[in-house]
């Protein structure tokens, strides 16, 4: 009998290798990094084989010496090559129009992140460039910065608003999230961000900002986002205000995520993890007691790599206090314009490594299955096991440790979304 070892909540479920129908895809001899936390390290199948059905994975396990199918089927041959779950990039900005290198020459000859915001730069700049563009050109932007994605393994992309700020430009950028939900082989997860700054017109007058998202936009929006998310900083929205907004986007069905701790503490992780936020993200300066809170409500740590390095940020989000409350990591390129245009995604697990101390196996959990509880799409995504979508990548690497090592490489070869191959490139 041939058989399929799963860790199923601790036991040892053991499935022999179902019969193969007509319209089921199977993958052969790959190495399948399936990222179930059992006892292999990321959780490996060597020789491995993965059956999909109706876009669904079926069965994967070790493929049984001399198998072979009985009806004619779709194959992929992996010749040893490794095998993932799809990537989940769980935090992006990356609708937007225009760019900041003239803020990142500013910031190069001292000028900091902070103070360029205070003075009407930085997050509003990219509103003011966004707000003067048409729904078409911002669509076509950010469809190829997603197609991008998908080319590097990338199968599940949070888009956040945020450079709109008022309503008709807010509503703007959601409805490109949800065109390229509809366009692009990608899920997509729309996560409206109104309270990223307080925009012009309500300059000096943030409690009324957050009274008009909470009572106006939030209401007129929450049929086009997925989530809420606020910006939780001294140059942005207090402790108060943003839990406002989070309530609001409860009260609106929306799932909860919060930017915390990113140049300072303010307990916004831990207030947001009581409210039943999924995520908070940033967390350079998150303490014990956020940690603590973060573990006991199940709200998952999403670091990004790639704006603590763009913006030159030394203080270290708290690793050794994540890892020993059990919060799991999630990792994401938290593209935009301002902090992190970051444009490779194997190099966040790269970063991660470096800057942040993490493992290899912990950086590429934090782009499948933590990033997948990031998104609250942990029962569907992230990991290899029957009954999640067949979302795969296929590498031109043999073991998952080469993923994270090279700088900025690209070894993504296939993309399969649902079972079906999105993406390949020409070899
Ligand atoms: O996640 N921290 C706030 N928001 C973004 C930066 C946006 C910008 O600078 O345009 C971030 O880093
Ligand atoms: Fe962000």
């Not at 001292?110 to 360029?116: E, F, M, S, W």
């Not at 009407?120 to 990219?126: A, E």
């Amino acid at each position: 009998m041939y058989h399929s070892p799963f860790l199923i909540e601790d036991q040892l479920v053991v499935v022999p290798v179902p019969q193969i129908l007509a319209g089921d895809t199977v993958f052969r001899d790959y190495a399948i990094a399936t990222m179930e936390p059992n006892s292999v390290p990321y959780g490996l199948i060597g020789g491995g084989m993965l059956i999909v059905r109706a876009g669904r994975i079926l069965w994967v396990g070790p493929e049984p010496c001399g198998w072979r199918s009985e009806v004619k089927v779709e194959q992929f041959f992996g010749d040893g090559r490794l095998l993932t779950p799809g990537w989940i990039d769980c935090h992006t900005h990356l609708i937007f129009a225009g760019d900041r290198s003239g803020e990142f020459a500013q910031r190069l000859s001292g000028v900091t992140y902070a103070d360029i915001a205070r003075k009407g730069g930085g997050i509003l700049s990219t509103v003011r460039a966004t707000r003067m563009v048409n729904e078409e050109e911002l669509y076509e932007s950010a469809r190829m910065r997603a197609e991008s994605r998908l080319r590097q393994g990338v199968t599940t992309l949070e888009i956040k608003s945020g450079y709109g700020l008022d309503l008709p430009n807010e509503q703007k950028m959601l409805r490109v999230a949800r065109r390229l939900a509809e366009t692009m082989p990608l899920t997509i997860v729309a996560t409206v961000l109104a309270a990223h700054t307080v925009p012009p017109e309500f300059a000096g007058r943030g409690d009324d900002y957050v009274t008009h998202v909470c009572e106006d936009m939030l209401p007129a929006v929450s049929h086009l986002a997925d989530a809420v998310d606020v910006f939780c900083e001294t140059i942005a929205f207090s402790l108060d205000q943003s839990r406002r907004i989070l309530e609001a986007g409860h009260a609106r069905g929306l799932r909860l995520k919060i930017h915390a701790e990113q140049l300072s503490l303010s307990g916004g992780a831990a207030m947001a993890a009581r409210l039943g936020a999924v995520s908070a993200d940033h967390l350079e300066y998150l303490d014990e007691s956020g940690v603590k809170a973060m573990a006991q409500h199940g709200t998952t740590a999403v670091l990004l790599p790639g704006a603590y390095y763009f913006l030159q940020e030394t203080h270290v989000p708290p690793i050794e206090l994540l890892r020993k409350h059990q919060v799991p990591i999630a990792l994401a390129s938290d593209f935009n314009p301002g902090s992190s245009p970051l444009h490779s995604h194997q190099l966040v697990l790269n970063l991660a490594c470096l800057l942040f101390r993490m493992t290899p196996e912990e950086a590429l959990a934090g782009v499948t299955r933590n990033a997948a509880r990031a998104l609250g799409l942990g029962d569907q995504v992230g990991t290899l096991r029957p009954g999640k979508w067949a979302d795969l990548a296929e590498w031109d690497a043999h073991s998952p440790a080469e993923l994270s090592y090279p700088i900025a490489a690209q070894l993504c070869r296939c993309v399969f979304r649902r079972g079906v191959c999105v993406h390949a490139v020409s070899v």
